[in-house]
Each structure stands twice: as structure tokens, then as C-alpha cells.
């Protein structure tokens, strides 16, 4: 299913698909749990009772800390979490099949891609991943950083980013 067409009805409060009237729509078309609903509508993110992922990660470098706010599992559409890394902790360079979003909330660090495109970023920052770019993201050396990202389809692992890499990225900056 195009992202765009969800069904999930926590996906759609992120597209928009929030069954308000829409000019257009035939009766009887498929409709969803937030259909007719003319208000506000609202979705708890971090979940009640979930403990915070603080321990190693298999494809970070350093320390980062978790929450999921939204993850539809095996479907792998969809994920959005909150990510907090140390000074120093990146991801390994990856892709995400249909895209990610990060929306930098505050600290400091850097997002590049494998042709060396390269963005130091800051709190209201946002970055737009596209299906299948390998890419990293992570905290500076000297500060720690803050983002939300939502991660569409599935994410394909690669290997770290060196430690002289991820050194030479920020000389100059
Ligand atoms: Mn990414």
C-alpha cells in the first residue's frame, strides 16, 4: 500500500487522512475509526508503563537513548521515535526504504549522506531522507542531540561510521 493510503488509523493522524469531509468522497467509500470525527483528535505518543531503550544498539555507535511514539511492528510502514544521543553516539549508515523525516528538537549534530552531502544540524532543523539514500545521523563530539524521526518502510543497515569518519565530518564546521 502507497504511503499516503494508510489504513491504520494512528498512521492517518500523521497524512491527514482523518476522515473529515472531504469534497469528492462517494458514499460508502471505506471509511476508518476517526471517521465523521469533526474535533481535534489526539494520540498518546510514549507509552504508559514502556521503559526508555538505554542499552547498547547493535547499529549505533555510543550511547543513545529510545522512545517509540509510534511503531505499526511488522507492518514496518511506519515508525517514529524520539532519539537522544550523547556526545560522540551516531547510527551506523543505513537507508529507510521509503524515506525518513527528522525534525532536530535540540543539541547538535550532523546528517550526511554517502556522496559526503553534509548538514550540521540544529533544534527546529529538518531533514528530509529519501527512499533508499544511505545516510547517518548523530550527535557532535562536543554536544549531545535531540530528534524525532519518522522512518518510513524498512531501514537497511550498513556498516559504522569510523571513528575518523565521523572525526573529519566535523573538522571545518
Ligand atoms: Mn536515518
Do not use: C
Not at 526504504?97 to 529538518?126: C, F, P, W, Y
Not at 542531540?145 to 575518523?164: F, I, P, R, Y
Request: hydrophobic residues 35%.
Amino acid at each position: 500500500m502507497p504511503y499516503g493510503a494508510v489504513a491504520d488509523p494512528r498512521l492517518a493522524l500523521l497524512t491527514g487522512q482523518t476522515g473529515h469531509a472531504q469534497p469528492g468522497t462517494p458514499d460508502g467509500a471505506p471509511g476508518h475509526a476517526w471517521e465523521g470525527r469533526s474535533t481535534m483528535e489526539y494520540e498518546r505518543g510514549r507509552k504508559d508503563g514502556v521503559p526508555s531503550n538505554v542499552g547498547p544498539k547493535p547499529t549505533f555507535t555510543g550511547h543513545a537513548m529510545q522512545d517509540a511514539l509510534l511503531d505499526d511492528g511488522a507492518k514496518g510502514e511506519i515508525r517514529v521515535y524520539s532519539v537522544i544521543f550523547e556526545p560522540g553516539a551516531r547510527t551506523y549508515w543505513h537507508s529507510h526504504a521509503s524515506g525518513q523525516t527528522l525534525l532536530i528538537n535540540s543539541g547538535e549534530g550532523m546528517v550526511e549522506n554517502r556522496d559526503g552531502d553534509k548538514r550540521v544540524v540544529r533544534a527546529g532543523d529538518v531533514v528530509w531522507a529519501p527512499p533508499g539514500e544511505v545516510h547517518w545521523h548523530g550527535a557532535a563530539p562536543d554536544a549531545f542531540l535531540s530528534h524525532t524521526a519518522v522512518s518510513l518502510g524498512l531501514t537497511g543497515w550498513e556498516e559504522e561510521v569510523d571513528e575518523a569518519h565521523y572525526r573529519g565530518a566535523f573538522e571545518g564546521e
